[in-house]
T-cell receptor, first 118, second 112 residues
Framework: GAVVSQHPSRVICKSGTSVKIECRSL??????MFWYRQFPKQSLMLMAT?????????EQGVEKDKFLINHASLTLSTLTVTSAHPEDSSFYIC??????????????FGPGTRLTVT | GEDVEQSLFLSVREGDSSVINCTYT??????LYWYKQEPGAGLQLLTY?????DMKQDQRLTVLLNKKDKHLSLRIADTQTGDSAIYFC????????????FGSGTQLTVLP
């Protein structure tokens, strides 16, 4: 099946620094990837849709200058949290679509990245 | 936009059946997915149903869809302790949004 990885799985950073999270599709090419944020005991909140070779589409209320998304290749999308603050601490999950699967609407999720800003 | 509602908690005894319910609002939802999330992990795609189907069975999992009432359910037969997790209902809207919308998730606890 389609496998999506994320790196790192956990990261702790100091307030004011930036941190980059990578999302990779391991065995398929993903033209579209998604970034979600999940607070404890809550549902997933879509932050942005990332399309290979073009600018990401951000959901309403998500600061595009704070959450930088780059989808430079068909297997890699990155999310950079710039000037992180404690309120950015969360579980970030990426997902990808496999357009060659014949069920192009399905999304395969990475294992998530736990970000803690101190 | 689409609204998806699920009950927050469900407890069952090991060996019993679990039924997790979901209601949604967007009638243009074409694919309806169920995902499982274990603590500290990402989401695992469990199963899905097309909107032109009423039922789909996949081993211990049975999905029922009442399109008229916009009601979806996931039945897990012979529930095991390893089934304890959060289950998310996620309709895919083929309307202008063209994205998955997640319910709040149902925390399933399987008691020995």
């Amino acid at each position: 099946g389609a496998v999506v990885s994320q790196h790192p799985s956990r990261v702790i950073c100091k307030s004011g620094t930036s941190v980059k999270i990578e999302c990779r599709s391991l065995d398929f090419q993903a033209t579209t990837m998604f970034w979600y944020r999940q607070f404890p005991k809550q549902s997933l909140m879509l932050m942005a849709t990332s399309n290979e070779g073009s600018k990401a589409t951000y959901e309403q209320g998500v600061e595009k200058d704070k959450f930088l998304i780059n989808h430079a290749s068909l297997t890699l999308s990155t999310l950079t949290v710039t000037s992180a603050h404690p309120e950015d601490s969360s579980f970030y999950i990426c997902s990808a679509r496999d357009p060659a699967s014949g069920r192009g609407y399905e999304q395969y999720f990475g294992p998530g990245t736990r970000l803690t800003v101190t | 936009g689409e609204d998806v509602e699920q009950s927050l908690f469900l407890s069952v005894r090991e060996g019993d059946s679990s039924v997790i319910n979901c209601t949604y609002t967007d009638s243009s939802s074409t694919y309806l997915y169920w995902y499982k999330q274990e603590p500290g992990a990402g989401l695992q795609l469990l199963t899905y149903i097309f909107s032109n189907m009423d039922m789909k069975q996949d081993q211990r999992l049975t999905v029922l869809l009442n399109k008229k009432d916009k009601h979806l359910s996931l039945r897990i037969a012979d529930t095991q302790t390893g089934d304890s997790a959060i289950y998310f209902c996620a309709p895919f809207s083929s309307g202008s949004a063209r994205q998955l919308t997640f319910g709040s998730g149902t925390q399933l606890t399987v008691l020995p």
